[in-house]
C-alpha cells in the first residue's frame, strides 16, 4: 500500500536562510508526488508536483522540491525563507497502479520562520 | 472567476442534529472529495466522488453522508450519528483521482 511520511512536525528556520522541509513516501511503481501549502483558517494550496522528468521541479512562491528515486524522498526547499512563508505544508503521493488510487497526504510539517 | 465554495465559514451543530455543508465547483472537474482535519492529525478522506451519482467511503466515513445529483456540487452531511464532530471541513475536486487536487477554503463545524 502507498505512503508518505513527513518525519518532522514542526521546522523552524531564521529569515534569509534556506529551508528544507523533508517528505518520504512509499509506493509501487513510479510516484506522483505534491506539495502544498496551508496558512491558517484557509484551504490548501497547490505549491507543485512531480510526475516524470527532471528531478528537480519549481513551483509557486520561489518553492522548489528534488525527487530522489533512491532514497525514496521528493523534500521542498527553498533558497531563502521570507517570514510569510509561515505555514502548514503537506506532502501527497500517489502510485501508478489502478485506476482508483487516491492522492495519500502527509501529516503536515509547520514551518516557522524567524525574523 | 472559477474556483472551489465551501458554505458556511463556520457552522454550530447542536447536540442530535443533521447539518450539512455546501462544496460548490466550477472548474467542470469529475472528481470531488471531502477530507476531515483534526489538529495533529493531517487529513483524513470522509467521501470521494469520481463522477455524479456516483461516490465511495473514505477512511472516516461513519457518520457522514454524501450526494452527488450534480457535477459541481457536493454537499456533505454530518449526522448525529457522527459523536465527536468538531473539526475543519475541507472540499477538494479535480480531473480526476490521480489529478492535482485543489481545496475549498474550509467550513469550521462546532459543537454547541
Known amino acids: 500500500a502507498q505512503s508518505v511520511a513527513q518525519p518532522e512536525d514542526q521546522v523552524n528556520v531564521a529569515e534569509g536562510n534556506p529551508l528544507t522541509v523533508k517528505c518520504t513516501y512509499s509506493?509501487?511503481?513510479?510516484?506522483?508526488l505534491f506539495w502544498y501549502v496551508q496558512y491558517p483558517n484557509r484551504g490548501l494550496q497547490f505549491l507543485l508536483k512531480?510526475?516524470?522528468?527532471?528531478?528537480l521541479v519549481k513551483g509557486s512562491y520561489g518553492f522548489e522540491a528534488e525527487f530522489n528515486k533512491s532514497q525514496t524522498s521528493f523534500h521542498l526547499k527553498k533558497p531563502s525563507a521570507l517570514v510569510s512563508d509561515s505555514a502548514l505544508y503537506f506532502c501527497?503521493?500517489?502510485?501508478?497502479?489502478?485506476?482508483?488510487?487516491?492522492?495519500?497526504f502527509g501529516k503536515g510539517t509547520r514551518l516557522h520562520i524567524l525574523p | 472567476d472559477g474556483g472551489i465554495t465551501q458554505s458556511p465559514k463556520y457552522l454550530f451543530r447542536k447536540e442530535g442534529q443533521n447539518v450539512t455543508l455546501s462544496c460548490e465547483q466550477n472548474l467542470n472537474h469529475d472528481a470531488m472529495y471531502w477530507y476531515r482535519q483534526d489538529p495533529g492529525q493531517g487529513l483524513r478522506l470522509i467521501y470521494y466522488s469520481q463522477i455524479v451519482n456516483d461516490f465511495q467511503k473514505g477512511d472516516i466515513a461513519e457518520g457522514y453522508s454524501v450526494s452527488r445529483e450534480k457535477k459541481e456540487s457536493f454537499p456533505l452531511t454530518v449526522t448525529s450519528a457522527q459523536k465527536n464532530p468538531t473539526a475543519f471541513y475541507l472540499c477538494?475536486?479535480?480531473?480526476?483521482?490521480?489529478?492535482?487536487?485543489?481545496f475549498g477554503p474550509g467550513t469550521r463545524l462546532l459543537v454547541l
Open positions: 512531480y510526475i516524470t522528468g527532471d528531478n
Open positions: 477538494a475536486s479535480g480531473r480526476g483521482l490521480q489529478e492535482t487536487q485543489y
Open positions: 501527497a503521493v500517489r502510485g501508478p497502479s489502478g485506476r482508483d488510487d487516491k492522492i495519500i
Open positions: 509506493v509501487s511503481g513510479n510516484p506522483y
